[in-house]
């Protein structure tokens, strides 16, 4: 849905007023956002391609290497469009800060202190 959100924006009529930092995060945000789209559609694609050649363990692993790629580039798409609405909205980026530390906390520091116990 953030990529289709993505694609529409340069037809509406405030792009024109962008600035060109805000067409440059925009550009990068959508890119963004079409990695993780490819991505994280990619295991099933594998899967489906892979299915019983006898590659579970190898298959599994890619998955999860794509899917934390994935989500990454998610979270940066994410982190991108908040920027993009909070500067038109209040010229500020401590919104899109708190949001990518919610991000990493949640996403990646927490499973990863899992693993220390």
Partial sequence: ???AFLLIVPFSQRFSSMTPLQ???YFATLLCAAVSAALLIAPSSHHRL???QGAKEKTLRAANRLSV???TFLALAMIGAIF???DVLFGGV???V???AVFAWVWYGQPLLRLRD
Wanted: aromatic share 10%; no cysteine; proline share 5%.
């Fill in 69 to 71: 790629l994935g989500l």
């Fill in 98 to 100: 708190a949001i990518g």
């Fill in 1 to 3: 849905m953030l990529f």
């Fill in 94 to 96: 401590v919104a899109p």
């Fill in 84 to 86: 993009l609405i909070t």
């Fill in 50 to 52: 892979l299915w019983r």
């Fill in 23 to 25: 067409r440059h995060v």
